[in-house]
């Protein structure tokens, strides 16, 4: 079986995008974010969401669900992207 191609979409870049100005807004640090993922019963560490930032890691939709869960904010805010804040 072929290694997954690590290319990320269009939807993924606004998800990774908007994840990271929610998260400046809301003054959080990447751990913070990280341990309430957690919290919520997805074990993420602040590399994992640091990487799903910056786009070098797939947000799969549970990460997606959760990260929204965590930032107070709805799974769509985060496919809609920066722009729509």
């Known amino acids: 079986m072929a290694a997954r191609s690590l290319e990320i979409g269009s939807a993924g870049i606004r998800a990774a995008r908007t994840t990271e100005n929610l998260r ?5 640090a990447q751990r ?3 341990e309430r993922v957690t919290t ?3 074990p993420m560490s602040n590399t994992m969401l640091s990487r799903i930032e910056r786009a070098q890691r797939r947000c799969d939709v549970d990460d997606l669900v959760l990260i ?3 930032l107070r904010v709805s799974p ?3 496919l809609q992207g920066p722009n729509r804040l």
């Open 24 to 28: 400046t807004e809301q003054h959080l």
């Open 68 to 70: 929204a869960e965590a």
């Open 76 to 78: 769509f805010v985060l």
């Open 32 to 34: 913070k974010l990280a």
């Open 40 to 42: 919520l019963g997805h």
